[in-house]
């Protein structure tokens, strides 16, 4: 599903000057979001060049990035609808640009989109050996569901996490 309007990045990233674009992607973002893929995952979380070109391409797939400086992409969100759920399929911001709430605005997004697509849940996968990003997630509503071994590769475990999309007031500002 694609939509054509930029949109402005909820909640606490507005306060970031100029205001991070947000808006959906199109083919020739393909190798910006190879970039910062390489920049944001190990080998065994990254996507290949194939699965983002396909998911560009994809009717389906939500792409959203954030416009940084110089064209450079400062960060991407990938959704897809999954009967009654909207997967966060990739999440991801450049490091230099981490720790200015461009991922929580992000993960508002996602629940905006679960709320206009009327989904019952949000849900997402991640590392298990990642404290700090599943205090993250929890911080953000988030809940261990089930925990997916070898998700990544061998020895390599990955929770299942989900949240219901609530009410627009509901969404936590708790950073
Ligand atoms: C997870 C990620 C998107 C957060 O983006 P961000 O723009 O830094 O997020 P915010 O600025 O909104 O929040 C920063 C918070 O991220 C938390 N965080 C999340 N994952 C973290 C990690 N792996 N290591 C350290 N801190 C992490 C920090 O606790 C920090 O919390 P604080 O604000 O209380 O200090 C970013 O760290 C990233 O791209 N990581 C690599 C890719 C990844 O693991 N994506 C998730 C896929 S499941």
Partial sequence: MRTSTPERLP??????????RLRQAASDDLASLLELELA???EARRDTPAAIRRSLASSRMEVWVLDGLAGRIDGALFLKPVRK???VESLAVRPGMRGRGLGHGLL????TRARALAVRWLTLEADAADPDLLGWYERHGYQRAALMVSFYGP???AWRMRRDPGD???DLINR
Avoid: H, I, K, N
């Fill in 40 to 42: 944001c995952f190990d």
């Fill in 108 to 111: 508002e997004w996602a629940a």
């Fill in 155 to 157: 020895g390599r475990d």
């Fill in 168 to 170: 627009p007031s509901t």
């Fill in 85 to 87: 759920s909207l997967s």
């Fill in 11 to 20: 909640s606490s990233a507005s306060c970031l000057q100029p205001a991070p």
